[in-house]
């Protein structure tokens, strides 16, 4: 299976870069082949503009999803998003791996959405949800938190974790076709023990070493 993970975190030693690192290992273990990007050792720009390709369309207003449909036509992506959404279509799995920042994405993950995510490549007309460019494809969120997990249930102080990652879940990865894998979260690691990191770890590559046999979740429903 080709794994491909997306990974932003501002700290390598982080619980965030344990995961990455432990993600890694244990894929290649099973056999997976695995590409990466590492968005913030890449000092990837998050600013979408016209600096995502190498053609232009009309010079005088720049209308993203124009743009990007001629990009698509012209073979027009600058070398560095064609090389992400390369590795998008090459996957079988791909997984995101962050801190859960101001209920989402972090900024430089958010804009690599922005930017990769390109209209005639990676969804357009009525190639969106079931009849998306990644149907058969599976996408996992690997995430952590600052807040405890109660924190994040129905009633909780910050509510509902399902409805915090459904505009990723839905919104994002169901939008361009991919099936969605339940999501790994791991709440306040900074507040745990050294023990409890490493039982998450090991748990966490366990998973990893079969995850080639789960099922998809309903989004809502883990």
């Not at 979408?48 to 001629?70: G, H, P």
């Not at 009525?126 to 924190?151: D, H």
């Not at 102080?157 to 919104?171: E, K, S, T, V």
């Amino acid at each position: 299976m080709n794994v491909f993970l997306v990974y932003w975190h501002n700290e390598p030693k982080s619980f965030n870069g344990a995961m990455f690192d432990t993600a890694q290992t244990a894929l290649k273990s099973a056999g997976h082949e695995v590409r990466v990007s590492d968005l913030c050792a890449m000092r990837f720009d998050a600013t979408s503009d016209r600096s995502n390709f190498v053609t232009v369309k009309d010079a005088s207003f720049l209308k993203q999803q124009q743009e990007e449909m001629y990009a698509a036509e012209h073979n027009g992506f600058a070398p560095e998003i064609e090389a992400e959404i390369q590795k998008i279509e090459w996957c079988n799995l791909m997984i995101w791996q962050f801190p859960l920042w101001w209920f989402g994405l972090p900024g430089v993950m958010k804009g690599w959405v922005d930017r990769v995510f390109a209209m005639s490549r990676t969804y357009g007309g009525s190639r969106i949800y079931e009849k998306g460019f990644f149907r058969g494809k599976r996408a996992m969120l690997s995430l952590t938190t600052g807040g405890p997990e109660q924190s994040y249930q129905k009633g909780g102080f910050n509510g509902d974790m399902n409805g915090i990652l459904r505009p990723i879940h839905r919104g994002i990865l169901q939008f361009v076709g991919f099936d969605v894998l339940a999501p790994q979260i791991y709440y306040s690691p900074a507040r745990q023990t050294d023990e409890t990191r490493k039982a998450w770890l090991d748990a966490y590559a366990a998973r990893l070493k079969r995850i080639e046999a789960e099922s998809p979740i309903e989004v809502g429903e883990y």
